[in-house]
């Protein structure tokens, strides 16, 4: 079960395990003709690539995070242009609210008697503002807890010091920026918010009011009762269809590029309006910056 789309996968540059010209390769290899590497809030792989395979068509992408109601989402920006200026402004804005959090949890935990949280977890973060799971796998390396469950249960869970609020720009602001940015604004993973269905459907036609235009219909391996129940969804409110493996290192058989099945015939896909690959150098790589 393959599918030649592979619009969802990240790099080094957020938290991924493939650099940027490995992610490439590995989707080659994975018979992937069209890709998207969708970084957490940031398009840093795009000027890393060294040359992209001729059998590849290479779609900008980002993911960005935010927040409707309590609740974290995340919407992919495709067919982006990365060398949009709204785009490096919103790329820094979401910097700024990643690294005020990361701050605030530094800070919360000093208070519990940890000293330089934020300086440590900074070092494994891979650059961008440490969250969580990076703090976490700090008190696990000092050994202040045993495991990253104990740094979740008395750290950094739900309710704890390390449970800061994100600051992440409002969903209809990131529609903007991606709008602005001549990209298309796709809802990613639909199911992994656990949203009952009357509020995924609120969802959508607030996301839709906003400029919101697909949503992934398959997110990796699922089953194909999911599949088909996100296909009917998209269709009854005229969303793109997009899909992805959401691949972040080797070893994960349910998120691997490209493994999963075919969109449903009746979606329409979200490729249909990426703009075709222009001919107009002889070279094999796409203009990146
Ligand atoms: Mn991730
Ligand atoms: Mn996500
Ligand atoms: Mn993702």
């Known amino acids: 079960m393959s599918n030649p789309h592979d619009l969802h996968c990240h790099s080094t540059y957020s938290d991924g395990q493939l650099s940027p010209d490995e992610l490439l390769a590995r989707a080659v290899g994975a018979g992937v003709g069209m890709l998207s590497i969708t970084d957490h809030d940031t398009i840093e792989a795009y000027s890393q690539i060294s040359s992209v395979p001729a059998e590849l068509a290479l779609i900008p992408g980002i ?6 109601g309590s609740k974290g989402v995340h919407i992919l920006g495709l067919g982006i242009d990365v060398d949009s200026p709204v785009l490096e402004a919103a790329v820094a804005s979401q910097a700024m609210a990643r690294q005020q959090r990361a701050e605030e949890i530094g800070q919360k935990l000093e208070k519990h008697g940890i000293k330089n949280a934020f300086e440590n977890s900074l ?19 000092v050994q202040v807890v045993a495991n990253m469950r104990e ?18 720009a409002p969903l209809d602001q990131i529609i903007e920026w ?11 993973h639909p199911l992994k918010y656990q949203m009952t269905r009357t509020r995924l459907r609120r969802f959508l036609a607030e996301f839709i009011e906003y400029g919101g235009q697909g949503m992934e219909v398959i ?11 996100m296909a009917r969804l998209s269709t009854e409110f005229g969303l793109l269809a997009s899909c992805g493996s959401d691949f972040h290192e080797p070893g994960r058989l349910w998120a691997e590029l490209g493994r999963y099945e075919p969109l449903p015939q009746r979606c329409e896909p979200v490729w249909s309006r990426f703009q075709p690959h222009k001919a107009e150098s002889n070279t094999s790589t796409m203009p990146l910056r």
């Open 178 to 188: 991606i709008r602005q940015a001549g990209g298309i604004a796709v809802l990613a």
């Open 151 to 168: 740094a979740f249960k008395k750290y950094l869970g739900d309710g704890k010091a390390g449970d800061v609020r994100q600051h992440w």
């Open 123 to 141: 070092r494994l973060s891979a650059g961008q503002a440490p969250g969580r799971v990076h703090f976490a796998r700090h008190l696990v390396e």
């Open 63 to 68: 993911e960005f995070s935010t927040t409707w």
């Open 219 to 229: 997110s990796g391996k699922q089953q194909p009762f999911e599949t088909s129940d």
